[in-house]
């Protein structure tokens, strides 16, 4: 069967979640640790005396993240390397015998899922350290804020403070910049990081599959919501090998011996991916192309626009956003409150989808932290 990127984009919602999960901890541990005591005169010298109770407690949420991310970064690229096999052997099951047969012959899987495990985990060490700094900054500068707004007669203690904490629980921890220099919050950046290795799994496994099978051309699909950097290879034929650019090439036909045909090729697969094509997000599959018996399938028109994918992914951060407020929120008020927008962002999305016939992807929208 065809391949893509959506193949195994569960698996890096699931390692998402572990870190966006653990994001919620720490903004009620901060939340519990200023509520406490919050009325006593001594409240800012309490503060910071358990500033070291405070950065233990959030050392050891990081290790379990961190242990536990590890391990989910490897299960998921083993099993996107898996789904992608399969995805190969399916799709050759109407074959001959042989190429069949040479498609299910075992493939050196560990050496390819441990060296995309070890690119990810090494993109997202930095990650740890950002989450400690973040945190521990956010905390003395709610105390900082508490401590002077009522001497300057603006605001009480809690409502300053609760004003400093619903900044933090707003934006989340951020600062994560990516090779293209694009800022990103934590969760996105995780996902976006994880993405790009499972698609990268799925795909290599299927190619590697093609190979072995003895087919060096994949054709692309036509998408909804493509974005411009894919567009220009949509129901483009490709080589897994080989040079790059556009030609004509002369190949032998899938199924009548002796016959050749001139195929045209928009490029390599190696060549289309560095342009963008089967990116994170990506909504485009691969698959095989038998010369003399695959056809390039008809234009299809879209159900929506890119930029109402992207208005999509604008809503699912703010129903994030207004989640980690209310997991932030210091009284029954607030809390209410913002469960409020996060039902009213709901509704938004649930009238985009309708309108425009989009998939709805609710684990999108959760943060999985726990109170």
């Known amino acids: 069967m065809p391949v893509s990127p959506a193949l195994a984009e569960d698996l890096a919602a699931a390692v998402a979640d572990l870190y966006e999960a653990a994001e919620g901890t720490l903004i009620d541990r901060i939340r ?81 899922v441990d060296r995309l495990a070890a690119a990810v985990i090494n993109d997202t060490g930095p990650v740890y350290l950002r989450i400690l700094r973040t945190t521990m900054d956010t905390y003395r ?19 300053a403070a609760q004003a400093a904490l619903d900044a933090f629980a707003g934006r989340g921890v951020t600062g994560f910049i990516d090779k293209a220099g694009r800022s990103w919050e934590l969760r996105s950046y ?20 093609l190979g072995a099978a003895g087919i060096d051309l994949v054709i692309v699909s036509q998408a909804p919501e493509e974005c411009p950097l894919c567009r220009p290879w949509e129901r483009k034929v490709l080589t897994r090998t080989g040079d790059m650019g556009a030609r004509d090439i002369e190949v032998e036909h899938a199924t009548e011996d002796g016959e050749t045909i001139t195929v045209h090729v928009a490029g390599s697969l190696d060549e289309a991916r560095g342009a963008g094509l089967l990116h994170p997000n990506c909504r485009h599959n691969i698959s095989a192309y038998l010369p003399g018996v695959s056809r390039v399938p008809a234009a299809q028109p879209s159900r929506g626009t890119y930029e109402d994918t992207q208005k999509q992914r604008y809503l699912e951060r703010q129903i994030r956003k207004w989640k980690r407020l209310e997991t932030a929120a210091m009284d029954d008020a607030r809390r209410t409150a913002a469960r409020a927008r996060v039902r009213a962002y709901q509704g938004r999305v649930r009238e985009l989808v309708a309108e425009n016939g989009l998939p709805r992807k609710s684990h999108r929208e959760q943060i999985n932290s726990a109170r």
């Open 190 to 209: 995780i996902e976006m990081a994880t993405r790009s290795a499972v698609g990268r799994a799925t795909i290599e496994a299927h190619s590697d599959r």
């Open 141 to 159: 500068d709610v105390i900082a804020r508490a401590a002077a707004a009522p001497a300057l007669g603006a605001q009480t203690r809690r409502q």
């Open 32 to 112: 519990q640790a200023l509520a406490k005591d919050i009325d006593s005169p001594a409240w800012v010298e309490l503060k910071l005396a358990a500033l070291g109770n405070l950065q233990a407690a959030i050392d050891e949420v990081i290790a379990a993240l961190q242990l536990d991310a590890n391990g989910a970064i490897h299960e998921a690229l083993a099993e996107a390397y898996e789904r992608g096999q399969q995805a190969a052997v399916a799709e050759l099951g109407a074959l001959g015998v042989g190429q069949t047969a040479a498609a299910a012959v075992a493939l050196p899987t560990a050496p390819v």
